[in-house]
């Protein structure tokens, strides 16, 4: 597909599940995102992929999340059992090649996870 | 610490009139800077950015404008049209864009025909 595509687009769990959510970014972009919006929230930053480099895990709430790209490609974020306040939109994101001014970052229509 | 602010969660602009959206930053490292839209159940889209090397950058009935020494953007929409209606985030990164995106919390817009 031309855009990042989120699997799946809805999930409901019981709290203390493990979840898995996955990023098919664009072809070809170096840089992943994952960030997550909570009810009336802003975007909250997770992490960030950008090419061989070590992630940017600073935005990660607990050790009960994690994330990986394997190939520089697909991207999975995963939280193990999961709690209530972890009920939010996951977004991903990618962007192309980095150059200077310009770093618009494409969007997926994101995972919308309930824990219950 | 919220280093990107939108310190107006809503704002209503009757049609036809200018909507203005505020965005306030506290890093000084930040030169980077976009807006991005996004309506219910949809990823965000970007739509206009600017670096801090100019201070006003215009597409179509969107202007950005930044001042560096208030550390103060505001995208201006005129005139406006209901489909403009959406949440709009303001984003910041630093090194001309070659480090992560660091967003606002957002202003809902809302059109009034």
């Known amino acids: 597909g031309a855009g990042v595509s989120q699997s799946p687009s809805n999930k409901v769990t019981e709290k203390g599940k493990d979840v898995e959510l996955r990023c098919d970014p664009i072809?070809?972009?170096?840089?992943l995102y994952w960030y997550r919006q909570s009810l009336g929230q802003g975007l909250e930053f997770l992490i960030y992929f950008q090419g061989n480099s070590a992630p940017d895990k600073s935005g990660l709430p607990s050790d009960r999340f994690s994330a990986e790209r394997t190939g520089g490609s697909v991207s999975t974020l995963t939280i193990q059992r999961t709690q209530q306040e972890d009920s939010a939109v996951y977004l991903c994101a990618s962007s192309p090649i980095l150059r200077k001014f310009n770093t618009e970052a494409f969007f997926g229509q994101g995972t919308r996870l309930t824990v219950v | 610490d919220q280093q990107v602010k939108q310190n107006s969660p809503s704002l209503s602009v009757q049609e036809g009139r200018i909507s203005i959206l505020n965005c306030d930053y506290t890093n000084s490292m930040f030169d980077y800077f976009l807006w991005y839209k996004k309506y219910p159940a949809e990823g965000p889209t970007f739509l206009i950015s600017?670096?801090?090397?100019?201070d006003k950058n215009e597409d179509g009935r969107f202007t950005v404008f930044l001042n560096k020494s208030a550390k103060h953007l505001s995208l201006h929409i005129v005139p406006s049209q209901p489909g403009d209606s959406a949440v709009y985030f303001c984003a910041a990164s630093h090194n001309f864009g070659n480090e992560k995106l660091t967003f606002g919390t957002g202003t809902r817009l809302t059109i009034i025909p």
């Open positions: 600017i670096s801090s090397i100019k």
């Open positions: 072809s070809g972009h170096t840089a």
